[in-house]
């Protein structure tokens, strides 16, 4: 089992910003790694992801305004958050998977390893 660790969500006035992490104890250099997050009422969604054959997602709601970067030595990705919206409004989650089939960046959320999130809240 490999757990992970999300930190530095908090509420935000709208237009600000808020870098996101997700740390593991383990070497997730190989690994695919996906920011998902879910809004009360509202289906979860893939906000951000990297998978290194691949490349980087991005949900179009957030293009422009946040960006995914990792540093392996730290083993740890972020998500920095710029611009924030109220509909930006969620619970965060990292989810992590090392090989799966597919071309997609995002890992697979339910078969991933994942964290137990941090919430985001933008209003004024």
């Known amino acids: 089992q490999v757990q992970l660790v999300e930190s530095g969500g908090g509420q935000v006035q709208p237009g600000g910003s808020l870098r996101l992490s997700c740390t593991a104890v383990i070497n997730l250099s190989y690994y695919a790694i996906g920011w998902f997050r879910q809004a009360p009422g509202k289906e979860r969604e893939a906000v951000s992801c990297?998978?290194?054959?691949?490349?980087?997602h991005y949900a179009d709601s957030v293009k422009g305004r946040f960006t995914i970067s990792r540093d392996d030595a730290k083993n740890t990705v972020y998500l920095q958050m710029n611009d924030l919206k109220p509909e930006d409004t969620a619970d965060y989650y990292c989810?992590?998977?090392?090989?799966?089939?597919?071309?997609?960046?995002?890992?697979?959320?339910?078969?991933?390893?994942r964290g137990q999130g941090t919430r985001v809240t933008v209003s004024s």
């Open positions: 990297v998978r290194n054959e691949i490349g980087t």
């Open positions: 989810a992590a998977r090392r090989a799966f089939s597919g071309g997609s960046s995002c890992p697979p959320y339910e078969s991933s390893y």
